[in-house]
Nanobody
């Protein structure tokens, strides 16, 4: 069973920065896509940033230019560097890893890490 463990969340003032980490229990080459999602209270979970199966990156419009997704294949870890944080970024952030339907169509989620941005 694949495990994804997020860390790095916390309380930060508006304009500050945080770096989230997602450590996978197996090689991230096992996955066809990996990304970060977030869910604020009373709202649906939404995509923040992700690596696609081709290796390209997608960002939500609301975080473009402020957030950067990266990964360290040797450490089986994905990161989300968040800068110029806003109160609207407050949410539980989740790591996701998925395989294509050809490879089983599996979808894995971490337990989430809370990010709170104060004004």
């Amino acid at each position: 069973q694949v495990q994804l463990v997020e860390s790095g969340g916390g309380l930060v003032q508006a304009g500050g920065s945080l770096r989230l980490s997602c450590a996978a229990s197996e090689s991230i080459f096992s996955f066809d896509a990996m990304g970060w999602y977030r869910q604020a209270p009373g709202k649906q979970r939404e995509l923040v940033a992700r690596f696609t199966s081709s290796g390209s990156t997608n960002y939500a419009d609301s975080v473009k230019g402020r957030f950067n997704i990266s990964r360290d294949n040797a450490k089986n870890t994905m990161y989300l560097q968040m800068s110029y944080l806003k109160p609207d970024d407050t949410a539980v952030y989740y790591c996701n890893a998925a395989t294509s339907t050809f490879r089983g169509g599996y979808d894995y989620w971490g337990q989430g890490t809370q990010v709170t941005v104060s004004s």
